[in-house]
Structures are given as C-alpha cells and as structure tokens.
C-alpha cells in the first residue's frame, strides 16, 4: 500500500487552529482544525455548539470533499474558553497525585521485582521491557504488544496499596 504522506498530511501545519473548509457543494465549515489522519487525510474539526454551552460539536471532513482550506486565526488562549472539553488543564500529567502514585507504582514494582524504567519522555515507566504505563498510572493506562504481560502488569498495577511506605533494608552487622 503506497501512501502519499505528502498530499495526506498537507494540513498539518494548520493543526489546532481556526479554519475555514469549503466542500463540495458549496458548503463551508467552519472550527478549530484537531485531527489530520495521516492515511486518509480525512480532518476532524471541532467548534463549540451554538445551542448549548459547554458543548462541542465535531465535525469529520473526508479528504475527497476538501476543495479548499483557509486559516481564518491562529491558536490562542481563546481556544481555551471556547472549548474547554478539547483543553483541560485538570489533566496536568505532572500533578501531585500523579506524583504520588508514579512513586507508589516504582516501590510496588521493586517489591514486586519487576524490571522497569521511565520513559524517554520522562512521564511515563516501561515495566518488563514491553508494557508502558502513563500518568494517571492505573491498570487501564498500560499499552503493550504482549498480552501476557500485559495482563500480568494490569492486575499487578490494580492491586497497588493506597499507602506505601519506603522499606530500606539494612543489614545488621555482626
């Protein structure tokens, strides 16, 4: 399968602004461009419904129907206030809880005697050389292409004590 990434991804540098997209037809859209599918070049657009508040509207563009594409503004605060679903700042990935449980999960982990590291982003840890886990640090945030320790880190990870507390072993000497 021969893709042209150059014609599929040519509106990614117009990613988490404010478009304007005439389609067949004669019909224009109009949102914050969220999406561009990089096998398709199908868009998502997202804007804020005019009916109710604090509801989003999306919109899926296919590729084929685009004839043109128009930055009508760029990326700003406003974004922020006009969809609030899309920018969620509640979901700091370096909060205190997330902290607190990234430290809980390696102590579980040592006791557990599974290998891990952090990721090279540094949010995240990989268990086993094979399952990744990330902030919130729960059972369903592990991604891996292994089943098997897949499940075994799941149910490890669900099973994590509320509370743990740094055991530091020290040998007597005699």
Same mark, same amino acid.
């Given at each position: ?87 969620? +700042? ?5 909060? +205190? ?40 640090? +729960? ?33 007597? +000497?005699?």
């Amino acid at each position: 399968m021969n893709i042209d990434f150059a014609n599929t991804l040519k509106y990614k540098d117009h990613l988490m602004k404010y478009v304007e997209i005439k389609i067949t037809g004669s019909k224009t859209l109009q949102g914050w461009l969220q999406c561009v599918d990089p096998i398709t070049g199908n868009l998502i657009l997202a804007r804020a419904s005019d009916k109710k508040l604090n509801e989003d509207i999306i919109v899926f563009v296919t590729a084929a129907s685009i004839k043109r594409l128009e930055v009508l503004r760029d990326s700003g605060e406003d974004m922020k206030d006009i969809l609030p679903n899309f920018t969620n +700042e509640e979901q700091n990935v370096f909060s +205190e809880d997330n902290l607190e449980r990234k430290k809980r999960l390696i102590l579980w982990l040592k006791k557990n005697r599974l290998p891990f590291k952090d990721t090279d982003d540094g949010d995240g840890l990989v268990i086993c050389d094979s399952v990744t886990i990330r902030p919130p640090y +729960e059972a369903e945030n592990c991604v891996s292409m292994n089943g098997r320790v897949l499940m075994m880190v799941q149910k490890l990870v669900s099973n994590l004590p509320e509370e743990m507390e740094e055991v530091v072993n020290v040998k007597a +000497e005699k």
